[in-house]
């Protein structure tokens, strides 16, 4: 380009992913993160049913760990130029083998037991990393589309790495 191009724009991508929220939580904050939660993926270029189903698949994951992770967690939000990825860690006593691998959907009538099955599906990728120490879940969705656009679930990913 010389003086006498006219300037053109440029889009500059970022290398390192953006991050959006990295706070602990607990059973007194799930709403007001919940919202949080919502504004940065609206900020991001979600809107309509694909914005509604990844506000309510970490709003499960908060849910679940405040109920059956010891009552707090820590909840990282971040995204890059195609997707929007969040992680939920508690220091629970872990998922149960038999709970975690079953892909089968909950009988209509029983009170708990949704949260990763419901995850899993409103999102493009679900990962989990649970032991007596604790679980992460890993989730993410394209800034493009809706669930179903992604690779599917790894349960062996290991999601409990920082990821920087």
């Known amino acids: 380009m010389t003086d006498a191009d006219p ?19 607990d059973r007194g904050q799930v709403t007001d993160l919940r919202h949080r939660v919502a ?12 914005l509604d189903d990844f506000v309510l698949a970490v709003n499960e994951l908060i849910t679940n760990a405040v109920r059956h992770g010891g009552g707090r967690g820590r909840l990282q939000m971040w995204r890059d ?5 969040c992680e939920v860690s508690d220091n629970g006593q872990g998922i149960g083998s038999d709970q975690l691998h ?16 419901l995850t899993e ?10 032991g007596p120490d604790g679980t992460t879940v890993r989730v993410s969705l394209s800034l493009s589309g809706g669930p179903g656009t992604g690779v599917g679930t790894d349960v062996d990913d290991p999601v409990g790495q920082q990821r920087r």
């Open 39 to 50: 504004s940065c993926a609206t900020s991001a270029g979600m809107t309509g049913q694909q």
């Open 81 to 85: 130029t195609r997707s929007m990825f």
């Open 121 to 130: 599906r409103l999102t493009d990728t679900m990962a989990v990393a649970t």
């Open 102 to 117: 079953s892909r089968e959907r909950p009988a209509p009538n029983t009170a708990g037991g949704w949260g990763l099955w």
């Open 7 to 25: 300037s053109s724009s440029r889009t500059v991508v970022p290398i390192d992913p953006m991050d959006l929220l990295n706070e602990t939580f």
